[in-house]
């Protein structure tokens, strides 16, 4: 069915100036965003959400590809067409998280690993026939006094791996996402020496599964201080201490690298982006693929009325737009104002 190679997909996914829109919250993690802005979360209102997030016009300007939720990704416009329809007709690429959440981890239940391994394979082919083309699978890093443990890392790599290996047998490009958390108050050089080693783990993993570097992409987070600490690396260290952790653990052969946004603020999470692209050339692209930061304005404007849909949808092209600027190096916060 897909006759495109996993190459060819990694590379329109990272391509010039274009994100990835992370459009993939599992229905617990919906309803606690629609929630915190008194919006019911039912199959028709996250429907009518992602809707006007997929039809916005222009996005293709900046958005490669969109991860979808399993739900989403069997669902309609109101007009009828298929969101996976609508997406490829705007030249869109759709994906999918195959990952089915975090669960506590024996004996040190602070920390996660990710389900969703049974039956991973099957589901796969049921994802490629209804026209998924890439997949993710997120593992969660939390860093506290006695943690991460190596038990926890450890694990959470090989699932990524597997995970990786298995959506390549199927023809799909996977998004390999081990995210580090920010909360905490530890300060940014803990961050560093965390997600060092957490990749270090990853890359290890990824070759003892014989995953092709050249078919697949890394979403990994930014180095940051932790959000409760009292000291907030400036934007400029945290683009620094970024790129010497990327380049130490990240082979050049993977096409593209893209940032999630972790609870950073938008226009942060664009600012950290756009720094570190222009301190380019890098040995990969450096992108997005950012659920919060390209959506909050957005769902917070439209409060799950369809007379707001137009405002939000501006609202969400402008956070496109300026990430799409920060790929080239060339966002400024006078754009931010231009949002306004
Ligand atoms: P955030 O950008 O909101 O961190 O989400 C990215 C994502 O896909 C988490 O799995």
Redesign the pocket.
Known sequence: MNSISLEATTRMLVISGKGIL?A?ESLPTIQKRFKALGIESTEETRRAYRELLFTTGGIEKFISGV?LFEETLRQKTAGGSSFVEVLTRKGIIPGI?VDKGTIGMPNSLQEKITAGRDGLRERLQEYVRLGARFT?W?AVITIGAAIPSRACMYVNAHDLALFAALSQEAGLVPIV?P?ILMDGDHDIARCEEVTSAMLELVFDAIRAHHVMLDGMLL?PNMVLSGKQSAKQASPSEVADRTIRTLRRTVPAAVPGILF????QTPEL?TEHLNIMNARGPHPWELSF??????QDPALKAWAGSASNAREAQYLFYQRAKCNGNARFGTYSKQMEKMAA
């Open positions: 992370a993939d991860i998280k993710k997120r996402e995210e979403k999630l946004s972790g609870g999470a693929s950012y659920a919060r930061a390209l």
